[in-house]
């Protein structure tokens, strides 16, 4: 019976994520791209351990991480609640191997880390429980 109960939950999940992906395209429309960060990092990682869920929400987290373009600007306006989330998804994004996806999470990485210290790494690479 656990499984049906995971199974309603990630589709309800896959629902929320599909809404937010919504509101992060019209973000970006406006040209808000750490207004969609945020709303992409809100409510990240997804509580289940539905391979679906956590692929459909990096795809969501990915597009508004390729659409920032001043890093600085970003951090001006990005709460440091949102840092050990972030820095999960950009280890996610350099994961890949995809080149222009990989150059961007660097040059966050580095930002990130000057903001947030190495403590940030050390909480995004040790939390096995709520992984992207």
Not at 15 to 34: A, D, N
Not at 116 to 124: K, S, T, V, Y
Request: a neutral charge.
């Amino acid at each position: 019976m656990g499984e049906h109960v995971e199974a309603d939950n990630a589709e309800a999940i896959i629902m929320r994520i599909e809404h937010k992906s919504r509101k992060i395209e019209s973000l970006l429309k406006q040209y808000k791209p750490v207004e969609a960060l945020k709303t992409a990092l809100e409510g990240s990682p997804p509580k289940t351990r539905d391979e679906r869920c956590k692929s459909a929400n990096w795809i969501v987290v990915h597009r508004a991480l390729m659409a920032i373009k001043d890093v600085d600007l970003m951090f001006s306006s990005l709460d440091p609640e949102y840092y050990d989330i972030l820095m999960k998804y950009l280890y996610r994004g350099l994961s890949t191997g995809d080149r222009p996806t990989c150059d961007q999470c660097l040059r966050i990485h580095e930002k990130l880390t000057q903001r947030a210290g190495l403590g940030c790494i050390l909480r995004a690479l040790s939390d096995t429980v709520n992984t992207v």
